[in-house]
């Protein structure tokens, strides 16, 4: 069984700058993919970034240029730095992690982004 766990949500000014990290523990052996999503009120959740184990990224087209998205294979953590913070970046954020070939997903961290 493998638990992610998120952290470093709140409520953010626009314009600012957040930090989310996401740590995995149980049994893991080694980890896939790592990725960000977020599902804000009324709407589906979809990728914000992606990061494959050779260090390959992917972002969304919202967020290109503004987020970084890391990975730390030695605590089996993800991280997502995001800056110039925009209302619209308002979402519950999950990260997500292929283990042993299974996506697991952690419960989520809302951030709130304020005028």
């Known amino acids: 069984q493998v638990q992610l766990v998120e952290s470093g949500g709140g409520l953010m000014q626009a314009g600012g700058s957040l930090r989310l990290s996401c740590a995995a523990s149980?049994?893991?052996?080694?980890?896939?993919?790592m990725g960000w999503y977020r599902q804000a009120p009324g709407k589906q959740r979809e990728l914000v970034a992606r990061?494959?184990?050779?260090?390959?990224?992917n972002y969304a087209d919202s967020v290109k240029g503004r987020a970084t998205i890391s990975r730390d294979n030695t605590k089996n953590m993800v991280y997502l730095q995001m800056n110039s913070l925009k209302p619209e970046d308002t979402a519950v954020y999950y990260c997500?992690?292929?283990?042993?070939?299974?996506?697991?997903w952690g419960k989520g961290t809302l951030v709130t982004v304020s005028t």
């Open positions: 990061i494959t184990s050779r260090n390959n990224t």
């Open positions: 149980g049994s893991i052996f080694s980890i896939g993919a």
């Open positions: 997500s992690m292929v283990v042993g070939g299974m996506n697991y």
